[in-house]
């Protein structure tokens, strides 16, 4: 078995996690549309998610709350930008979510805040580093 692989980019991705605040909320549940719900997050596809475009990345959200007994709503999830290509996730199937609340992404490491740009303005997402070692 021959194995052809980019070292790099496996041990960079799994070691950053992503958090994301939800800053406005579109309820399209009244329409006729497919979507019941738009969410508009504080980072986008010209920031950390530029994996998309470019390495047509799949992410999946990862809430901090419990969802077991909750009804869950189809979803777009979009950047700050207000560019229509600023798109997160389409139709994906999400709790409903409040505004100010946090959704973490795993793996977003290796091609993501690198070649982030602050496009319309927006600043480029803070890091901050955690060191933790096992005890």
Known sequence: MRVISEPGRYFASACCTLATKVIAIRDQSDSDNTVDFF??????????FNN??????????????NIQ?????????????CDGLDTILKN????????????????MGAYTI?????FNGFPLPTVHYIWRTKN
Do not use: M
């Open 69 to 81: 007994n909750e009804s869950i709503y189809r979803s777009t999830l979009f950047g700050p930008s």
């Open 39 to 48: 969410y508009y997050l504080n980072d986008g596809v010209y920031g950390s």
């Open 92 to 107: 994906y199937p999400v709790p409903k979510l409040n505004v100010n609340e946090w959704i973490y992404w795993q793996n």
């Open 52 to 65: 998309i475009l470019y390495d047509h990345a799949t992410v999946i959200p990862c809430l901090l709350k």
């Open 114 to 118: 690198c070649a982030a740009a602050s």
